[in-house]
């Protein structure tokens, strides 16, 4: 089944412990991009990633990195969380190309940093 | 990318069209008109695209007006389930995919 599954679904942690949250897709996609999702400022994106070793910034990169070492996987890294960074995360994927006509998202990581 | 304007909010009742409208009056020659919608706090889903011809699918069908400025996504039979958030974006979609913004949306409430 065509999808892009995130780890962890759920996570609670505090305030300066490095944490990763994993994306992966089974769809031999070249885009790839992170979200977040906060009460009235709908999605938001943080970074995206054209193909393997290329990535850049979203509108809101501050306080996290990415990295695209495989084409199957783009995972998220807070280096040092901060409470204002409690959001609920997507991440998405899409063929690149003339015709390509969507972005699949997967389930979403909810994030609280205490 | 351009940027969208879109009501927050709007009604329908069960089983008649919902209509939402989107604004997008700095839209560029080569960007397509997306729409995406997302039930409670799931990923969000495809809906449809265009450039300027209407466009209909399965699930809906999208009227972009002439100078294309602005466009209506057309659920044609609401349901209960189609109670969502509904957003459009504009993009360019030739490979050089950029940077995606989404804005607020719009949320449907569709009414039994």
């Known amino acids: 089944e065509a999808q892009v599954t995130q780890n962890p679904r759920y996570l609670i942690t505090v305030t300066g412990k490095k944490l990763t949250v994993t994306c992966s897709q089974n769809?031999?996609?070249?885009?790839m991009s992170w979200y977040r999702q906060d009460p009235g400022l709908g999605l938001r994106q943080i970074y995206y990633?054209?193909?393997?070793?290329?990535?850049d910034k979203g509108d809101v990169p501050e306080g996290y990195k990415v990295s695209r070492k495989e084409k199957r996987n783009f995972p998220l890294i807070l280096e040092s969380p901060s409470p204002n960074q409690t959001s609920l995360y997507f991440c998405?994927?899409?063929?690149?190309?003339?015709?390509?006509?969507?972005?699949?998202f997967g389930p979403g990581t909810r994030l609280l940093v205490l | 990318d351009a940027k969208t304007t879109q009501p927050p909010s709007m009604d329908c009742a069960e089983g008649r069209a919902a209509n939402l409208p989107c604004n997008h009056s700095t839209i560029s020659g080569n960007e397509y008109v997306y729409w995406y919608r997302q039930i409670h706090s799931q990923g969000p889903q495809y809906i449809i695209h265009g450039l300027k011809n209407n466009e209909t699918n399965e699930m809906a069908s999208l009227i972009i007006t002439e100078d294309r400025k602005s466009s209506t996504l057309i659920l044609p039979h609401a349901t209960l389930r189609d109670t969502a958030v509904y957003y459009c974006i504009v993009r360019v979609n030739s490979g050089g995919y950029q940077k995606v913004t989404f804005g607020t949306g719009t949320k449907l409430q569709v009414i039994p």
């Open positions: 998405a994927s899409s063929p690149l190309g003339k015709n390509q006509e969507t972005q699949y």
């Open positions: 990633s054209m193909n393997v070793e290329v990535t």
């Open positions: 769809m031999n996609h070249e885009y």
